[in-house]
């Protein structure tokens, strides 16, 4: 029997492509969204559904590689969430390892400001992404008019991560 990892990574919809598509450029974003409620609103749902995801938003950030003292590129992942129907099953997780394998392929470092909006405590969002290696910076400022840096960041294939300023 194959594991939920398996079955994923060999969906009819390779979300690795998908993403690629999408992020070409600095600024350029990847946003799949679903609802069932209205259905015709939702962007990309062939990979929410596979997926059994209701959203997932990544964004290019380079701006912050000068704050985690990178020369790679960055991408956001602002927004991941499984469907109602589907949560306890393992997909966050799992899709979170299809991302950092996606990463560790381009060299790209993920960052994230998880919160606690969607009723999911923050302890328990750390322990997720930190199943991907994602780890809290060192450094994180909330005045808007400096440089904002990402509350986590994981550096591509286990790289030194003690890069914060």
């Not at 979300?15 to 990847?30: A, C, P, S, W, Y």
């Not at 322990?127 to 808007?144: A, N, R, V």
């Not at 840096?149 to 286990?158: C, D, Q, S, V, W």
Request: with cysteine; charged share 35%; glycine share 4%.
């Amino acid at each position: 029997m194959k594991t939920l990892y398996e079955y994923l990574t060999e969906s009819k919809v390779d979300l690795e492509k998908e993403i690629d598509k999408r992020l070409k450029k600095d600024g350029d974003q990847f946003l799949c969204t679903w609802d069932p409620d209205e259905p015709e609103e939702s962007l990309l749902p062939e990979i929410t559904q596979e997926y059994g995801l209701s959203e997932l938003w990544l964004k290019m950030d380079n701006r912050q590689q000068a704050a985690l003292r990178t020369d790679h590129d960055v991408v956001e992942l602002v927004s991941i969430q499984v469907m109602k129907d589907k949560r306890g099953q393992g997909i966050a997780k799992q899709v979170l390892q299809i991302l950092a394998d996606w990463a560790d392929k381009r060299n790209i470092v993920l960052t994230g400001d998880p919160d606690d909006m969607f009723n999911t405590s923050l302890a328990a969002l750390y322990k997720l992404y930190g199943s991907i290696g994602m780890e809290p910076t060192e450094k994180f400022d909330t005045d808007p008019k400096k440089s904002h840096l990402h509350k986590i960041a994981r550096y591509p294939n286990g790289e030194n991560k003690k890069h914060y300023r």
